[in-house]
């Protein structure tokens, strides 16, 4: 990789993440940062519970495009899509193995969550991600007339892959996203995983209700 387009590339990225900072987009601004500190092969970055929780509430602006799988995010609906999933799924537990009173651990798989759009520190921190919901639960048995009932806890959680393709118009711009690939190419930048988790929340009721 030639070095001179590498310092070309730097002076781009440089001026876009002291722009994350002074537009108070800190999300986007430590993700970069650590982009830009060239972590180990592996590494992985912890979002913190607030972010997650600004993620899980956000509300795009914008509708987002239906490529590769993608689709307009909801954040609630996500979370509610896998409650119900984790309920299904003890119930069933309960009601054909015998685990009525078990403490059951449970986690949909990963959905893609769809993109940001209009969110400005969330679009230019997370890409397309991928948000699950993990729950610890107890069904007691029908009693006296009454449905099942459960008693779980939860938190949501969200997993990215913080990449440039280089090549693609992203939210970041065309040729933004093009010079952090530049960058990672010449040995000054390189990819991670970012992941993180909601506060934890309870919740009760009965089936069928």
């Known amino acids: 990789m030639d070095q001179v387009l590498a310092s070309i590339a730097l002076g781009e990225v440089s001026t876009a993440v002291i722009g994350f900072k002074a537009a108070g987009y800190n999300l ?42 993608w689709h307009k995010y909801d954040g609630q609906d996500l979370v509610e899509s896998a409650i119900r999933e984790i309920l299904d799924e003890a119930y069933h537990n309960a009601q054909y193995s015998g685990k009525y009173g078990e403490l059951q651990s449970i986690a949909p798989v990963w959905m893609p969550a769809g993109k940001l759009y209009g969110t400005g520190d969330l679009e230019n921190a997370l890409g397309g ?28 959680y969200i997993f990215d892959q913080y990449f440039f393709h280089g090549t693609a118009a992203t939210w970041y711009g065309e040729s933004l996203d093009r010079s952090m690939r530049t960058l990672e190419e010449a040995g000054r930048a390189r990819s991670f995983i970012t992941r993180g988790a909601s506060e934890a929340r309870t919740r009760e009721g009965r089936y069928g209700s």
Do not use: C
């Open 28 to 69: 986007a601004f430590d993700l970069a940062d650590f982009y830009l500190s060239d972590p180990p092969d592996g590494s992985s970055h912890n979002v913190q519970t607030t972010d997650v929780e600004r993620v899980v509430q956000a509300k795009p602006k914008v509708s987002a495009d239906e490529d590769n799988g």
């Open 129 to 156: 991600f991928w948000m699950t919901v993990g729950a610890d639960i107890v069904v007691l048995p029908a009693q006296r007339g009454q449905p099942a009932s459960y008693t779980m806890f939860y938190r949501a």
